[in-house]
């Protein structure tokens, strides 16, 4: 019986040491395997992290290679969009020494305008005697006439505010520096005077699109385009169609840029370093602005009757107005007409 017991008891502990061990196992197996679920998870977590932290590096390259890319073409295509001039530019434009148009005369520029005989006078929307441009911003020599026009308009009112830009960047003398006339870009009446009704016509703007074509802004009247096509022909031009078109009361034309004035003399040069030199008369591109500007005030004197007093009695005045007054209808200097392909923009606008 004892004996029976004994092998009872020991297999007891047999079973216990037995239970003992499958625990053990089974806590050895829980821990081992534990660290590993732990572990898991995680890699995962960190694996796919790091690739959408690659893919998002990736997406921010990418799409700083495009932002770049717009911001420089939009730079290229808007080189030319019109801007305020600064309050600097515009007193140097509009307040040009009165000496100074007497120190440069007509500055080597030859006489551009051709008188018109018996023609009924061409009136402003006041009344009042009208100087009719007709031009484009991506013309040249639009670009570089209207420095002219600036500062003798201003011997005759006030600008009350000016955009500046310049012309195409691909037709000839590209990106000429200039003023733009179109009214669109102004909330107000961008010019006054008491003396004349300054009116004028951008016809397209400077930025071509796919097509090498120019967006249209301004479309003249029924008057405006009669008067194109009456005296933007021979014998005032040589080349029909031309612009810019200047019409003075209906006494004088202007067709092209004047010679001995290109646009070539802007060329290289912003905006504000043409202003600044037009406080040297001796510069060549001052002598060709202001003596083209010396013309054009000449024949609104004219227009107006002599008025103001202090501007048409000037001896330089006094000499071209008699020099004005002298030539015939129509006449020898055909004045620059910009390049054909342009040209033909015009006349297609213009009818």
Same mark, same amino acid.
């Given at each position: 019986?004892?004996?029976?017991?004994?092998?009872?008891?020991?297999?007891?502990?047999?079973?216990?040491?037995?239970?003992?061990?499958?625990?053990?196992?089974?806590?050895?197996?829980?821990?081992?395997?534990?660290?590993?679920?732990?572990?898991?998870?995680?890699?995962?977590?960190?694996?796919?992290?790091?690739?959408?932290?690659?893919?998002?590096?990736?997406?921010?390259?990418?799409?700083?290679?495009?932002?770049?890319?717009?911001?420089?073409?939009?730079?290229?295509?808007?080189?030319?969009?019109?801007?305020?001039?600064?309050?600097?530019?515009?007193?140097?434009?509009?307040?040009?020494?009165?000496?100074?148009?007497?120190?440069?005369?007509?500055?080597?520029? $030859?006489?551009? +305008?051709?008188?018109?005989?018996?023609? *009924? #006078?061409? /009136?402003?929307?006041? &009344?009042?005697?009208? @100087? %009719?441009?007709?031009?484009?911003?991506?013309?040249?020599?639009?670009?570089?006439?209207?420095?002219?026009?600036?500062?003798?308009?201003?011997?005759?009112?006030?600008?009350?505010?000016?955009?500046?830009?310049?012309?195409?960047?691909?037709?000839?003398?590209?990106?000429?520096?200039?003023?733009?006339?179109?009214?669109?870009?102004?909330?107000?009446?961008?010019?006054?005077?008491?003396?004349?009704?300054?009116?004028?016509?951008?016809?397209?703007?400077?930025?071509?699109?796919?097509?090498?074509?120019?967006?249209?802004?301004?479309?003249?009247?029924?008057? $405006?385009?009669? +008067?194109?096509?009456?005296?933007?022909? *021979? #014998?005032? /031009?040589?080349?029909? &169609?031309?612009?810019? @078109? %200047?019409?003075?009361?209906?006494?004088?034309?202007?067709?092209?840029?004047?010679?001995?004035?290109?646009?070539?003399?802007?060329?290289?040069?912003?905006?504000?370093?043409?202003?600044?030199?037009?406080?040297?008369?001796?510069?060549?591109?001052?002598?060709?602005?202001?003596?083209?500007?010396?013309?054009?005030?000449?024949?609104?004197?004219?227009?107006?009757?002599?008025?103001?007093?202090?501007?048409?009695?000037?001896?330089?005045?006094?000499?071209?107005?008699?020099?004005?007054?002298?030539?015939?209808?129509?006449?020898?200097?055909?004045?620059?007409?910009?390049?054909?392909?342009?040209?033909?923009?015009?006349?297609?606008?213009?009818?």
């Amino acid at each position: 019986m004892a004996k029976g017991k004994s092998e009872q008891r020991s297999a007891a502990a047999r079973r216990e040491r037995e239970r003992q061990q499958r625990q053990q196992r089974m806590a050895g197996a829980t821990s081992t395997r534990t660290p590993q679920r732990n572990k898991g998870p995680k890699m995962i977590r960190k694996s796919r992290w790091n690739q959408w932290y690659m893919v998002g590096i990736v997406v921010v390259l990418i799409a700083g290679i495009i932002t770049a890319f717009i911001i420089l073409s939009h730079s290229q295509a808007s080189a030319n969009a019109p801007t305020p001039v600064s309050a600097t530019v515009l007193k140097q434009v509009t307040n040009v020494d009165p000496a100074s148009f007497s120190t440069v005369g007509t500055g080597g520029v $030859q006489n551009p +305008l051709h008188s018109i005989k018996g023609a *009924a #006078p061409l /009136t402003g929307p006041t &009344g009042k005697p009208e @100087f %009719l441009y007709i031009g484009a911003e991506y013309c040249p020599f639009c670009a570089a006439e209207r420095w002219s026009m600036v500062v003798a308009l201003s011997r005759f009112g006030t600008f009350n505010q000016l955009y500046q830009t310049a012309s195409s960047s691909v037709d000839a003398y590209p990106s000429t520096p200039t003023f733009s006339f179109y009214s669109g870009l102004y909330k107000h009446p961008f010019y006054t005077s008491q003396y004349i009704d300054f009116v004028a016509v951008e016809t397209q703007g400077n930025e071509p699109d796919s097509n090498g074509n120019y967006p249209v802004l301004q479309t003249p009247t029924t008057q $405006q385009q009669q +008067l194109f096509n009456t005296y933007d022909v *021979a #014998p005032y /031009t040589t080349q029909a &169609g031309s612009i810019p @078109f %200047l019409d003075i009361a209906n006494q004088f034309v202007q067709i092209g840029a004047p010679p001995g004035y290109s646009p070539n003399d802007l060329a290289n040069m912003q905006v504000s370093d043409i202003a600044n030199n037009l406080s040297i008369p001796t510069m060549p591109v001052t002598e060709h602005i202001l003596g083209a500007s010396n013309y054009l005030t000449a024949a609104l004197c004219i227009a107006t009757k002599q008025q103001p007093a202090s501007v048409c009695s000037t001896d330089v005045i006094q000499k071209i107005e008699q020099t004005l007054k002298s030539s015939s209808k129509g006449g020898s200097e055909p004045g620059i007409a910009v390049v054909q392909a342009p040209v033909a923009n015009v006349r297609e606008l213009l009818g």
